[in-house]
């Protein structure tokens, strides 16, 4: 099965295409009565082997985040124990940037798990007796790479994370955050395409959490990893995911951008997963705006300005090119002197227009609402307007989307 949701505009790094892990003695046994309509808990019953995962495919693309997202027992786990192969599929393919992993030999894997991949675990697994500094060069060290040298990059990789000058400190001396840094510096050290981390963030207080996932954000910003990230806390999946891959009972049951999985239900294990989220916290401009209509062409002239704005009963009216390049706004006042003299609309235009971007969030909307007391036009990077925001029209979209979720 493969699950859409537009996936964003770069190539695949990792492809996985019907992947199925089966736990037990008789996979084969298992699989047939499961094909053969049995549920999961029947097959079990008879064969006690657990279908971890049933031909799961997708796709993620070099420098996304994806979230694997889905209850205790769904899947994420074995899914992601697949993609470095700390677990064997049972069927299926895995490729990472075009090579096939799964018929890998032990010393093509090994060189794969060192150079492409970085795994990051929810129980930091740091070596006690080691330093901070040691733990960090620990990979390189097996790797041969010399004292001066993996010392060095550790060095470099803790002043990434904001350990710098943590090094010979003992892993018992730091807190479950620093821990989760040293976790997130070792896997950096080998500077892998790839990062896979488990629940990393799941035995951290909240307030740390919400640090960590900051400075995830802010890493992966600077650094553009590719990033499997497994959470069963959608409210984490939804602000670090590119895209999130929802689970259930071993399938990919959703995959989209956070805005999909929340407005775009697929199916009502979907809707029922979304339900009590705050679509304020992740709508943006792009969600709640309305069609910039009217809006006058920069060739019209000030009667066809003017009537536009008495048959809409509005004071103020948008002037954009042809491409919908946003050139400025017109007031009623202005445009009624302008056809009283004579004028042409570039006379009267106002070119100091407050803009708000596509994907700004409900409270920074609600603020430049407030400052500038009418609605905003939504604009790109490109000065191309999409749309209008305004109080009424976050509104609605929370009333059409609240409804829809
Ligand atoms: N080594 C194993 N042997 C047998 N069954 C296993 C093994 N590992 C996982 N399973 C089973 O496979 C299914 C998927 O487990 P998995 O750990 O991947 O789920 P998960 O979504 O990561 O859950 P959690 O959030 O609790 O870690 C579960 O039914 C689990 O009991």
């Known amino acids: 099965?493969?699950?859409?949701?537009?996936?964003?505009?770069?190539?695949?790094?990792?492809?996985?295409?019907?992947?199925?892990?089966?736990?037990?003695?008789?996979?084969?046994k298992a699989l047939k009565l499961h094909r053969l309509g049995r549920s999961k808990k029947e097959v079990y019953d008879e064969t006690k082997a657990t279908i971890a995962l049933h031909n799961?495919?997708?796709?993620?693309?070099?420098?996304?985040?994806?979230?694997?997202?889905?209850?205790?027992?769904s899947g994420k786990s074995t899914l992601l124990r697949c993609i470095n192969r700390l677990i064997d599929p049972t069927e299926g393919k895995i490729e990472i940037d075009g090579v096939e992993i799964v018929g890998m030999d032990h010393e093509e894997l090994r060189h794969i798990r060192r150079h492409k991949l970085g795994m990051i675990f929810q129980n930091f697994a740091l070596l006690p007796q080691r330093n901070i500094l040691d733990n960090v060069a620990f990979g390189l060290e097996i790797m041969g790479v010399s004292k001066d040298e993996r010392n060095q990059r550790a060095e470099e990789v803790l002043e990434m994370v904001g350990l710098g000058g943590y090094g010979s400190s003992m892993p018992s001396e730091l807190s479950g955050g620093m821990k989760q840094r040293v976790g997130l510096a070792r896997a950096l050290t080998s500077d892998p395409d790839i990062l896979l981390m488990d629940e990393a963030f799941s035995a951290l207080d909240p307030l740390i959490r919400r640090d960590m996932q900051d400075e995830l954000l802010e890493l992966q910003e600077r650094l553009g990893k590719t990033i499997i990230f497994v959470t069963h806390d959608l409210d984490e999946a939804?602000?670090?995911?590119?895209?999130?891959?929802?689970?259930?009972?071993?399938?990919?049951?959703?995959?989209?951008?956070?805005?999909?999985?929340?407005?775009?239900?697929?199916?009502?294990?979907?809707?029922?997963?979304?339900?009590?989220?705050?679509?304020t916290r992740v709508l943006t401009a792009k969600d709640v705006m309305r069609r910039p209509e009217p809006v006058a062409q920069c060739t019209a002239g000030p009667r066809v300005a003017l009537h536009l704005m008495e048959e809409h009963d509005i004071s103020m009216i948008f002037v954009i090119t042809r491409h919908r390049i946003l050139r400025g706004f017109v007031t009623l006042e202005d445009t009624v002197s302008a056809v009283k003299e004579g004028k042409n609309l570039s006379d009267i235009l106002r070119t100091d227009v407050a803009t708000v971007a596509p994907d700004a969030t409900i409270p920074d909307i609600l603020s430049l609402i407030v400052q500038s007391n009418h609605p905003l036009p939504v604009v790109d990077e490109n000065g191309r307007m999409h749309g209008l925001v305004s109080r009424a029209s976050i509104l609605a979209a929370l009333a059409r989307k609240g409804g829809e979720a």
Not at 2 to 25: A, M, N, W, Y
Not at 64 to 70: A, I, K, P
Request: glycine fraction near 10%; proline fraction near 7%; aromatic fraction near 6%.
């Open 1 to 28: 099965m493969v699950c859409s949701g537009d996936p964003p505009e770069s190539e695949p790094i990792i492809r996985v295409q019907d992947l199925t892990k089966v736990f037990g003695h008789d996979p084969e």
């Open 56 to 73: 799961v495919s997708f796709e993620v693309m070099r420098g996304e985040t994806f979230v694997l997202m889905g209850l205790s027992g």
């Open 238 to 279: 939804l602000k670090l995911g590119t895209r999130i891959a929802l689970m259930k009972d071993g399938s990919i049951v959703q995959i989209g951008t956070p805005e999909e999985i929340l407005t775009n239900p697929e199916n009502a294990y979907v809707e029922k997963f979304v339900a009590d989220v705050d679509l």
